[in-house]
Nanobody, 123 residues
Framework: QVQLVESGGGLVQAGGSLRLSCAASGRTFSAYAMGWFRQVPGKDRDFVAAINWSGDKTYYADSVKGRFTISRGSAQNTVYLQMNSLKPEDTAVYYC????????????????WGQGTQVTVSS
């Protein structure tokens, strides 16, 4: 089992930036990748970005390409999401996740979830 703890959410004005962090512990050695999803009330949880364990492959939703950057920390059990040029429609609860396989990344089916962190972008 993997435990994921997110941090870094908050309130920011449109056009601003935030950086989310996620620290993983537990059975992380079996994970293929880590990433982020987001969810607004009443809607499905949507894929945002993912990065493989070695950090040399990244994946992004079209809605965030060019604005968000996912990266691994020097401690490889940490992943960051740098969010720039934020828009009100980026407002959501952001969840960290781990994936066991490449196919799980490509089909947006993670195996573990964090508790989520709220990001609110005001207009």
């Amino acid at each position: 089992q993997v435990q994921l703890v997110e941090s870094g959410g908050g309130l920011v004005q449109a056009g601003g930036s935030l950086r989310l962090s996620c620290a993983a512990s537990g059975r992380t050695f079996s994970a293929y990748a880590m990433g982020w999803f987001r969810q607004v009330p009443g809607k499905d949880r949507d894929f945002v970005a993912a990065i493989n364990w070695s950090g040399d492959k990244t994946y992004y939703a079209d809605s965030v390409k060019g604005r968000f950057t996912i990266s691994r920390g020097s401690a490889q059990n940490t992943v960051y999401l740098q969010m720039n040029s934020l828009k009100p429609e980026d407002t959501a609860v952001y969840y960290c996740a781990t994936y066991q396989t490449l196919n799980a990344v490509l089909t947006a089916r993670p195996s573990d979830w964090g508790q989520g962190t709220q990001v609110t972008v005001s207009s």
